[in-house]
């Protein structure tokens, strides 16, 4: 599992607050720590103004995996009816998504593979594929089990198709602000081919607990 840092920047008031912070929600990115680039997903950046009288405080919350936890690669994308293409991906902890700088490259339709060359992927990252506006459609191979927080959230997604075999779990955020889909109750409503449940808070923290369990690999 990742690490987990939280930073916290104090800022002096003066009217209001008009600095920001370098990261947003949703960045995925490699950071140089002596010699070595990490991977971190910025879970949160929260703004707080009324810390006490005149200060403020911007708190980021990041997810960092260290060099031998993820690898980058390519997988490829249906980019119309007739062209693949090569799209850059990380795989960590068994998980998939694209960095933020590769945001362009996430354009067509994508089949989420269950390996990629010698390692194996069993879910979405959080904020896996964040803001891929040019992203069509997703199709989840058999034992690509987990989508996490935001995975999908403000792309392009106009459908997605679920395996048949091994139902996904998909956390209740992971399609939120996707225009193009059709307007469905998230716990309720079937709009989707293939087996899939949408589940939120300790309901998802327990089905992830057993899916590791099941189908990770150490």
């Given at each position: 599992?990742?690490?987990?840092?939280?930073?916290?920047?104090?800022?002096?008031?003066?009217?209001?607050?008009?600095?920001?912070?370098?990261?947003?929600?949703?960045?995925?990115?490699?950071?140089?720590?002596?010699?070595?680039?990490?991977?971190?997903?910025?879970?949160?950046?929260?703004?707080?103004?009324?810390?006490?009288?005149?200060?403020?405080?911007?708190?980021?919350?990041?997810?960092?995996?260290?060099?031998?936890?993820?690898?980058?690669?390519?997988?490829l994308i249906k980019t119309n009816a007739y062209k693949l293409?090569?799209?850059?991906?990380?795989?960590?902890?068994g998980m998939i998504g694209v960095l933020t700088r590769d945001?362009?490259?996430?354009?067509?339709?994508?089949?989420?593979?269950?390996?990629?060359?010698?390692?194996?992927?069993?879910?979405?990252?959080?904020?896996?594929?964040?803001?891929?506006?040019?992203?069509?459609?997703?199709?989840?191979?058999?034992?690509?089990?987990?989508?996490?927080?935001?995975?999908?959230?403000?792309?392009?997604?106009?459908?997605?198709?679920?395996?048949?075999?091994?139902?996904?779990?998909?956390?209740?955020?992971?399609?939120?602000?996707?225009?193009?889909?059709?307007?469905?109750?998230?716990?309720?409503?079937?709009?989707?081919?293939?087996?899939?449940?949408?589940?939120?808070?300790?309901?998802?923290?327990?089905?992830?607990?057993?899916?590791?369990?099941?189908?990770?690999?150490?």
């Open positions: 599992m990742p690490h987990t840092i939280t930073y916290t920047e104090e800022i002096e008031e003066h009217g209001y607050c008009q600095e920001r912070p370098a990261l947003r929600t949703g960045e995925k990115y490699l950071y140089n720590v002596d010699g070595e680039k990490r991977l971190r997903i910025v879970r949160s950046v929260h703004f707080d103004k009324y810390v006490w009288k005149d200060v403020a405080q911007w708190s980021t919350v990041i997810e960092e995996y260290l060099p031998d936890e993820y690898v980058l690669c390519e997988i293409s090569r799209m850059p991906v990380f795989i960590a902890n945001l362009d490259f996430a354009s067509g339709e994508l089949v989420i593979p269950s390996t990629v060359g010698n390692w194996y992927v069993r879910g979405v990252a959080p904020f896996g594929f964040y803001e891929c506006k040019d992203l069509t459609k997703v199709t989840f191979s058999p034992m690509v089990v987990i989508v996490y927080q935001y995975a999908f959230a403000r792309s392009g997604l106009k459908d997605v198709v679920f395996n048949e075999e091994v139902p996904v779990t998909v956390h209740v955020t992971a399609l939120d602000d996707c225009d193009n889909l059709p307007k469905f109750d998230k716990l309720f409503d079937r709009p989707f081919s293939g087996k899939y449940l949408i589940c939120g808070g300790d309901f998802f923290q327990k089905e992830e607990e057993q899916l590791r369990q099941w189908h990770f690999i150490s």
